[in-house]
């Protein structure tokens, strides 16, 4: 059966599952859900730094046509944490490698958008035994704060606010890369990413501002791709292409259009992508 445009939209949009399963893992002292659906080689999506594994799920549905796609969440998406939990990304990069042994996955391909694609590339210089392939978008090798960036993070600190909060609603738009048409895609960016406590969110960004693998990406082994969005004003396509070249045999490709989150915006180009990074972590060697 063929959906309506309308209905479509609905669809791609909703996170009810249908099609996969929800269940829970335990990282250190918390529960954090992890979401599975599809059948093949597995790829680890990575959620980013709000929103969790339902802003993923336009992807995670394309990508499950082929594939078994892991949507694991990330402490403090269910429950907010103290500040004295993550002195860095390396704890979140520790609770995946956790992840991967749970599930038993060895060497999966993983993909990571945003904040989640610095904890996937701090395990990859860490442990690059643990994957079989890296993709990455929305992520450089240093973290480079910028005026929005350090303004979003002390209102997110200081002041409790309401979800329609027109300041942080702008900035969530500017993940779009540029002024977005109202419409279901960015009342659905507004409102995955407000389910993430603001104090998680703020303590995220706190952490990237000391996050810098520059030093060590010589260590990854492992078939990479770096996708990047040619409009994304958070981390631009330039520091995008640095990071590519910095990593030896990595391939780099241009969202033509896309900001921050092309994962959900070009998610057809993005999963074509995909499809060609499994042919080759098939065909390299161990």
């Known amino acids: 059966m063929r959906l309506a445009p309308k209905h479509r939209v609905e669809w791609l949009m909703s996170t009810h599952l249908q099609e996969g399963r929800q269940h829970q893992i ?3 002292g918390e529960w954090v859900d992890v979401v599975e659906m599809g059948q093949g080689e597995p790829i680890v999506l990575v959620p980013g730094l709000a929103g969790g594994w339902k802003l993923l799920m336009p992807l995670a549905r394309r990508l499950a046509r082929r594939n ?5 969440g990330l402490r ?9 939990w ?3 990304v390396g704890d979140y990069a520790g609770d995946l490698a956790e992840v991967l042994a749970q599930l038993g996955l060895e060497r999966p391909v993983v993909l990571g958008v945003s904040f989640g694609g610095a904890i996937a590339l701090e395990l990859a210089v860490r442990q690059p ?6 993709i990455l978008q929305g992520v450089e090798a240093r973290f480079r704060a910028t005026l929005g ?3 979003a993070r002390r209102v997110l600190e200081r002041f409790p606010l309401p979800s329609d909060n027109r300041f942080l609603n ?3 738009n500017l993940l779009h890369g540029a002024r977005p048409e109202p419409g279901p895609l960015v009342d659905f960016v507004v409102e995955r990413c407000w389910e993430t406590d603001q104090s998680v969110m703020a303590r995220r960004i706190a952490l990237l501002e000391s996050f810098d693998v520059s030093d060590r990406l010589w260590r990854i082994d492992v078939p990479t791709l770096v996708l990047g969005g040619t409009r994304d004003v958070i981390i631009p396509e330039s520091g995008q292409r640095a990071l590519a070249s910095a990593i030896p045999g990595a391939r780099f490709v241009a969202l033509e259009g896309a900001g921050h989150i092309g994962f959900l915006t070009h998610r057809k180009e993005i999963a074509r992508q995909v499809r060609r990074m499994m042919a080759r972590v098939k065909h390299s060697p161990c």
């Open 26 to 28: 335990r990282l250190g």
């Open 68 to 72: 078994r796609v892991i949507l694991p």
């Open 76 to 84: 403090g998406d269910l429950f907010p944490l103290g500040a004295s």
């Open 86 to 88: 993550a002195c860095d």
């Open 129 to 134: 035994h643990r994957l079989g392939g890296l």
């Open 149 to 151: 960036t350090t303004i």
């Open 170 to 172: 702008q900035f969530f």
